[in-house]
């Protein structure tokens, strides 16, 4: 079965990235394992000829004498050394790799444009206001500090009505897309729904874990298999290159399944 080493997660076949972290898949933990094997030792034979000019890719002495310049001992504390920092390096790629952004709705985007525009038009209508003060000489002041703050205030009221008619338009199109999306999640997780219902997804399962002879799943475990399976079948079945908006569908559909944990 395809297998993603960073999330240690098994997909259905068909299934060729990863729909958590979005890294290609390997056929099988054993091809997995064999790769990291392969890529530790290389790593670790680089090193030690950056540790010993005398020694070739494979770790093998090149002088014709067959001396290293290394007493056993030392070439042990090296391989350590090297082992060490593979490890590390592969720590620090799966922490990057396996972060997964939120998906934001195109309607939560809509609210937020919403909410932007009405604070722009706010403050153009505030320095609009204060401007017409201090030009019309209703807030007191010199000539030259009336007009200089009525300038400023007229200038940043001017801004904030551009920033609003602008913010307002954009409004248009992503409600228009927010309206498509609604539709096409409404569409996916119905669709969904017919095809998979809780008992298939439940059935699907319990023949993988007789296959794989897995023992009895606690909640939580189930749980996860559950959400797995739900975003690998989302993933084959469908046109979705975006995990986040997959983990947003799997969210829904889980929950209208089996309900919030």
């Not at 999640?185 to 008992?199: C, G, K, N, S």
Request: hydrophobic letters at 40%.
């Amino acid at each position: 079965m395809p297998y993603c080493p960073k999330c240690d997660m098994e997909f259905v076949e068909g299934i060729t990235v990863c729909s958590d972290c979005g890294s290609p898949l390997y056929e099988s933990v054993e091809a997995a394992e064999a790769a990291r094997k392969a890529k530790e030792e290389k790593a670790l034979a680089q090193f030690v000829r950056s540790m010993a000019p005398g020694w070739s890719e494979d770790g093998e002495a090149e002088a014709a004498d067959g001396d290293d310049g290394m007493d056993e001992g030392t070439r042990k504390e090296l391989q350590k050394i090297a082992q060490q920092i593979v490890l590390e390096q592969a720590k620090e790629e799966t922490a990057e790799r396996t972060h997964v952004s939120v998906y934001v709705k195109k309607s939560e985007h809509y609210n937020d444009l919403k909410s932007s525009a009405a604070a722009f038009l706010l403050m153009g209508c505030v320095s609009a206001l204060l401007a017409a003060a201090f030009l019309g000489g209703l807030i007191p002041g010199n000539g030259n500090t009336r007009w200089v703050f009525g300038g400023v205030l007229a200038a940043a009221g001017l801004v904030f009505f551009y920033i609003w008619s602008k913010t307002k338009k954009d409004m248009v199109s992503v409600k228009e897309e927010a309206a498509k999306e609604e539709a096409r999640t409404r569409e996916l997780v119905e669709q969904f729904l017919a095809a998979h219902p809780a008992a298939h997804i439940d059935r699907q399962l319990a023949q993988e874990a007789a296959l794989t002879g897995d023992s009895e799943d606690t909640a939580e475990e189930l749980s996860l298999k559950r959400y797995g399976l739900i975003q690998d079948l989302l993933v084959t079945e469908n046109d979705l290159p975006d995990p986040a908006y997959v983990d947003a569908l799997a969210e829904e559909i889980y929950d209208r399944l089996f309900g919030k944990g």
